[in-house]
């Protein structure tokens, strides 16, 4: 029996120094390509070899909102200072339950009208329509019956004008440059389907109008240790992948889409959690299946600052909504998996979110198991799980690290001494910690997946802190 548990043990061993080494390289090839393309940008804007036009890509940005009515006056007002000539704003309040509407409606002096909107894909009827173009730019809201994200969003294509969207969040708001870097993919590729930009996490950055007047990391040490992982995340593997078009996920926060597509594959889904992932994927299978030239790009230097949660309960309903909206999303598409047919987007980016992403939590407990079995058979070997360990946690560690300095260079952003010494403690524990709760936290997910499939959990929100006004001028 002993040689039988001795056997085993060795046995889980090679796989996780295979599991780890495996994520650790990929981990390091994301950074190191996410970083050169960073500085390579930097480079050719300083040398301003870039791309510059004199037209504009038409784009309809849409904002579902659902109780929103601490922020989203403010996301508005920050959609009004984009340096962008061609697009239009629509809200799309989703069965509010608070003040989000007439907040909208006092801030903007919307007037009610009564504009048809034309059903492409489905979604929830509308109750009421208001309007008001300020400084050339069309400000939409739509109050509808409550359906869910993906519904409000399917209905703001449909009341959408111009051939391009782009979908964001309620407590979101973009760089005044940000739209322009996102429609930039478009001008160098009529291939080019579907962009996502960079999600920064708005906690402690002051925006005037659009610019960042103030960025440091907030005293709550939860939000400074997602501002760590955001960044590696962003810089790491979405840059990867985009060099092969294997991207499978344009975050919800912020992303631009080509209209006639989405129109065509049935837009967003409305019985997942996932909708952002569900729909990028979609497109991937779509265009594959159909022998449909196309690119999913994405833009690290469209920039949108987001609210991130604040306290671990609210943490934690948002990470298991992610969790259950990628299970829904990978097991959908499960034709992915290992298909040649489909390339890189199968054999690297499927297989990475199938292993290191939706199974990695109960890899880590089957870890955690085999550990104290060998602890309780007395085979335990302490100084390789110790060291192997402390090697994987600082490897992580200075990864973090090298991601979270690049983008505070690139955007020439600047911290104080505090908040360096911030970032380099809170990323340990970051790693030792917070990821073994969010690990516990997916892990837990799927159990209660039939419960919570299709239930979307309240977060806290703050007021963001811009400096903008309304741009008055020419109403029509």
């Keep these: 029996m002993m040689d039988l548990i001795k056997d085993f043990l060795a046995n889980v061993e090679f ?3 295979f599991y780890l080494i495996g994520y650790s390289t990929f981990l390091f090839i994301s950074v190191v390509v996410g970083a050169s393309v960073l500085y390579r940008n930097r480079y050719l804007e300083k040398m301003k070899n870039e791309l510059k036009h004199d037209y504009y890509v038409p784009v309809s940005v849409i904002v579902p909102a659902h109780n929103e009515e601490v922020t989203v006056v403010d996301t508005v007002c920050s959609l009004l200072q984009l340096d962008y000539k061609l697009y239009e ?3 799309v309040d989703d069965g509010s339950t608070d003040q989000t509407s007439q907040r909208l409606i006092e801030a903007f002096n919307l007037i009610e009208t009564q504009r048809p909107i034309r059903r492409q894909v489905p979604c929830k009827k509308q109750k009421a329509i208001y309007e008001r173009e300020i400084h050339g730019i069309r400000v939409t809201l739509i109050v509808k019956e409550n359906g869910g994200k993906a519904d409000a969003l399917n209905m703001g294509i449909n009341a959408s004008r111009f051939p391009y969207f782009v979908c964001m969040d309620a407590d979101s708001m973009l760089q005044r440059d940000s739209l322009e870097y996102a429609v930039r993919p478009l001008l160098e590729s009529d291939e080019a389907i579907a962009v996502g930009g960079l999600v920064r996490i708005s906690n402690g950055v002051t925006l005037e109008n659009g610019k960042v007047k103030h960025y440091h990391l907030p005293s709550n040490p939860l939000i400074c240790m997602q501002i760590l992982e955001y960044d590696r995340s962003f810089l790491a593997s979405r840059i990867l992948m985009d060099q092969y078009n294997g991207n499978l996920i344009i975050s919800g926060a912020f992303g631009l889409f080509k209209k006639d597509l989405v129109i065509t594959v049935g837009g967003y889904d409305r019985n997942t959690m996932g909708e952002d992932m569900e729909l990028v994927t979609k497109l991937h299978v779509f ?5 449909i030239p196309y690119a999913i790009r994405y833009a690290p230097d469209a920039i949108c600052w987001s609210q991130a949660p604040s306290t671990l309960l609210d943490l934690t309903k948002q990470r298991r909504r992610w969790h259950i909206g990628l299970f829904q999303s990978l097991t959908k598409y499960r034709r992915l998996f290992l298909n040649v047919k489909y390339g890189f987007v199968s054999l690297i980016s499927y297989f990475y979110y199938l292993l290191y992403e939706l199974f990695s939590p109960y890899i880590e407990l089957f870890g955690l198991l085999t550990i104290a079995l060998a602890w309780v058979t007395n085979l335990i070997n302490y100084p ?3 060291y192997f360990y402390l090697v994987y946690a600082c490897f992580s560690g200075v990864l973090t690290l090298v991601a979270f300095f690049s983008r505070i260079h690139t955007q020439n952003l600047t911290i104080s001494l ?13 790693i030792i910690f917070l990821r073994l709760y969010l690990s516990t936290v997916r892990m837990l997910a799927l159990f209660s997946y039939r419960k919570r499939k299709n239930h979307w959990e309240a977060i806290t929100r703050t ?6 006004t309304v741009k008055e001028g020419s109403e029509k």
């Design 15 to 17: 796989f996780f120094v």
């Design 89 to 91: 704003v629509l809200v």
């Design 287 to 291: 265009c594959r299946a159909h022998d």
């Design 384 to 386: 390789f799980v110790v």
């Design 418 to 430: 505090l908040d360096v010494i911030k970032a380099i403690g809170l990323c340990l524990f970051e």
């Design 463 to 468: 007021a963001n802190n811009p400096a903008v």
